[in-house]
């Protein structure tokens, strides 16, 4: 089968939604060209601009950093009008790299994704979006906020562990007056974080869990991964000794319910009761080399000479025969 041409789309929302900003890209770019694909990078901020560029020259397979378009580099902050990069695949009848356009909008809210696994008995934490719910409507105590359509842990902090209707209230008045945003809440879920990456399609997809931690001393009262915390050489990646099998279990039967494709990364966390429980699903993972936890797991699974360029291959090459299946 002809190699493809493998167009990077990027923006400035790159970092915020996606892999991560240009340096990122230029390193995938790196990786898809070690691969023995053709690549090229292109930069949009409108449907005009990212047309333009895909006909700017050949385009066989488009990987999008992007979600949306957007002109902010520090949150997702979903607009009503939002122009959804995949939509646009689609009316162009152009393959792309990830979930498909439906997937994208219910992964990239996290309320979405509880309803959807939940609906397919899936395990996932007590759940409420307010608004449309109400404060007192929240029947769970500790209860975690936090906003519902970013990543990177953005909007939590200390103060996202709430224990009464009043800390609730004002950790959620916070969200919609900081970040513009509907406030999930959950019931709190005081065990050990992990993170689980799947690969690939069908008979060939991999599932590899990874154990999340931190230096306890860098906590506070709780074992909450805080936005402070991410980016900063703080966390650490490795195969887990415990919840392997149950890990794997939740990760499939979440994949086959939301119709998840190519890579996407699962965050779980062990509840009241000693069993995960999913928090939410990325369609578009971070791709940093070394830093970010897709690169870090599959790194521990597949050690090798350039572990990062290998990943990559994967990711491209099982798009591409499952678009040309």
């Not at 992007?66 to 580099?73: A, D, E, I, Q, V």
């Not at 759940?127 to 007192?136: C, D, G, T, Y």
């Not at 209860?143 to 009043?166: H, L, M, Q, W, Y």
């Amino acid at each position: 089968m002809e190699k493809p041409c493998v167009v990077l789309l990027t923006g400035s929302g790159g970092d915020a939604q996606g892999w991560g900003n240009m340096s990122v890209t230029e390193a995938v770019f790196g990786a898809v060209k070690a691969n023995g694909f053709d690549c090229r990078i292109v930069t949009a901020e409108s449907r005009k601009e990212m047309e333009a560029g895909l006909q700017s020259g050949p385009c066989s397979l488009v990987w999008s950093a992007l979600y949306f378009f957007s002109p902010r580099s520090d949150i997702i902050a979903i607009p009503e009008d939002a122009v959804w990069v995949a939509d646009v695949l689609d009316e162009l009848h152009i393959p792309y790299i990830g979930p498909s356009a439906r997937t994208m909008k219910n992964l990239i809210s996290k309320f979405a994704t509880h309803e959807i696994l939940a609906a397919a008995g899936v395990a996932v934490p007590k759940h409420w979006l307010i608004p449309p719910a109400r404060p007192e409507d929240v029947s769970t105590f500790p209860a975690f906020v936090k906003p519902n359509g970013e990543s990177r842990s953005v909007g939590i902090n200390e103060k996202s562990v709430t224990c009464n209707p009043d800390e609730l209230k004002k950790q959620i008045d916070f969200i919609h007056r900081e970040l513009g945003q509907e406030a999930v809440i959950e019931e709190y879920l005081p065990g050990e974080e992990y993170t689980v990456m799947v690969i690939g399609n069908g008979k060939e997809q991999e599932i590899l869990p990874g154990r999340v931690t931190v230096p306890k001393e860098c906590y506070g009262k709780y074992p909450v991964l805080r936005s402070d915390l991410r980016g900063v050489g703080l966390t650490h990646v490795s195969i887990p000794d415990a919840h392997i099998e149950e890990a794997k279990g939740l990760a499939a039967a979440a994949c086959r319910a939301l119709q998840c494709s190519d890579h996407i990364r699962i965050d779980m966390k062990v509840g009241s009761d000693g069993k995960l429980r999913i928090m939410e699903v990325n369609g578009i993972p971070g791709l940093k080399p070394v830093k970010s936890w897709s690169p870090q797991i599959f790194a521990l699974y597949h050690p090798g000479e350039e572990p990062y360029r290998d990943l990559i291959g994967t990711i491209v090459s099982c798009a591409w025969e499952r678009a040309n299946g």
